[in-house]
């Protein structure tokens, strides 16, 4: 039992609050109440929705102490820093003026992206990070009981996000050599594909994503998270197909995971009613200047996007050679698998004691392998001789 203020959280026997990893397993099937008693005049009792307490939340990549020392390729972070414009803003700000709210609407950065993309800023909307952008579509289009659809295995929080919701989850599984997916389910009002694909990293060609989008009955919104890093993306389908959403993020093509800034392209009317969903302020005055800045850098956005596709290239064969399957990826990151299958956690686990920190899966389709980011070409080097170190226990 915990006080908590006037009331007391009660739970069913054998519930540790003390534990994160207990408590998230018994909120799995069990729920939890909360009983108030101000003064014996209102006494009520409140129940977690089900849809909450029988979901798995999302759970981040782990972010450890920069004193441990890890070499940490786990969140498809950038290996460089973002412009030297972007340090020039923060020497410029005015602390004074952190007291005013920012645009609410972020208008200045919605022309500037609509300048870079050739669209009007009536088109765009940007949030708190593509994370903010993906449930403001989610809450938009699809109601609870609707359907929302998408493969997997996929970005776990288009799962998450249709749960919170309410809605019927209308997920369809994808397979080596990923090259025949599902078309979206007839009654899915959404349909998220993550391309490139994470975490996995391929990608499928433009002219199948066409078709996706035209056979889909509801929105469809291609996350394109890591386009930057692709050699094709789907924004110019928006001209063609109302239906389609693109959406992006400066977090790992600019480099700026720390501000939290994703957009999305769209009709109009889209836009519109998305702007109504959103919530007030949702980007911050810093992020704001920060981004703009980031974005008239283009020379410098391009020349670290090659530096990271050059090293993603040069990783993949090597490991290949090794003996490692791997997956081609046009991501900012790899799907390295250990010749063995069924090897994926110890791979994982060998990893770490190297002081390597990638991500693994215990998920369908993901448990053999390991996500692991592409950092700056000296990283990759000590990663490659760590590849090369352990590959016996697993040949």
């Known amino acids: 039992m915990c006080f908590l203020g006037f009331g007391v959280i009660k739970t069913l026997p054998g519930l540790d609050l003390d534990s994160s990893a207990k408590t998230q397993k018994k909120l799995e099937t069990q729920d939890l109440k909360l009983e108030t008693n101000f003064g014996n005049e209102i006494s009520m009792t409140i129940r977690v929705r089900t849809a909450i307490s029988s979901m798995k939340g999302y759970v981040p990549g782990f972010q450890p102490d920069p004193r441990e020392n890890y070499l940490k390729l786990n969140s498809n972070e950038n290996p460089y820093p973002p412009s030297p414009r972007v340090r020039e803003v923060l020497k410029k700000t005015a602390y004074e003026d952190l007291r005013i709210y920012p645009d609410p609407v972020s208008l200045g950065l919605r022309r500037k992206l609509g300048a870079l993309y050739g669209f009007p800023p009536e088109q765009i909307i940007c949030g708190n990070g593509s994370d903010e952008i993906l449930n403001l579509i989610a809450r938009t289009f699809a109601g609870p009981g609707e359907g929302v659809g998408f493969h997997e295995p996929t970005f776990p929080l288009y799962r998450v996000l249709a749960a919170i919701n309410g809605n019927e989850i209308l997920a369809s599984a994808v397979r080596e050599p990923y090259a025949n997916p599902p078309f979206p ?9 993550a391309n490139p694909n994470s975490p996995v990293g391929f990608s499928y060609p433009l002219a199948l994503v066409t078709e996706m989008a035209r056979k889909s009955r509801g929105i469809f919104v291609v996350d394109e998270a890591y386009a930057e890093f ?9 001209r063609e197909m109302e239906n389609v959403i693109v959406v992006r993020t400066v977090s790992k093509s600019y480099a700026l995971a720390g501000v939290r800034l994703g957009y999305a392209v769209a009709h109009p009317k889209w836009i519109t009613e998305m702007l109504k969903v959103k919530d007030p302020f949702n980007v911050t005055r810093l992020t704001q200047e920060i981004v703009a800045a980031a974005l008239t850098d283009q020379e410098y956005f391009r020349g670290k996007i090659r530096d990271v596709v050059a090293t993603r290239e040069w990783f993949f064969r090597e490991a290949k050679a090794l003996g490692y399957r791997m997956v081609p ?3 900012n990151f790899l799907f390295p698998q ?5 090897r994926g956690k110890a791979f994982f686990d060998a990893l770490l004691r190297k002081r390597v920190l990638a991500r693994h899966y215990d998920e369908d ?9 592409i950092g700056a070409r000296d990283e990759m080097e000590r990663v490659l001789g760590v590849f090369r170190e352990i590959l016996p226990e697993f040949s």
């Open 185 to 193: 389910p007839e009654k899915a009002k959404v349909f998220f594909l």
């Open 230 to 238: 692709a050699e094709e993306n789907a924004l110019n389908l928006i």
């Open 329 to 331: 990826s046009r991501a």
């Open 338 to 342: 250990p010749p063995k299958q069924g």
């Open 365 to 373: 389709g993901l448990r053999d392998g390991v996500r692991l980011t």
